[in-house]
């Protein structure tokens, strides 16, 4: 599948064991957790050098966590 969003750095799942920053997309629909498949769920550079940039990701969709195997960055 395909989401179109805008990448950004917040807080997820603030309160709770798994409450740490992470890289996510921000879409007109929701938000979701990026995670690269096979990559550290903790900390990615390749994610981080995404943040502020729109894109089209490829990839899954599991629960709240959007699992990338591809993305194409969007140029204005």
Sequence with gaps: M???G???RRQY?????SEHEAV??????ATYRLRR?????FGDPQLDKLVGAEIIGEGNLHRDT????GW???TG
């Design 24 to 29: 996510m997309l921000q879409t007109t629909e």
């Design 2 to 4: 395909k989401l179109r």
């Design 72 to 74: 194409q960055t969007i």
């Design 13 to 17: 799942a603030p309160g709770s064991k």
């Design 6 to 8: 805008r990448v950004i």
């Design 66 to 69: 959007f699992l990338l195997t």
């Design 37 to 41: 498949v096979g990559a550290n769920p």
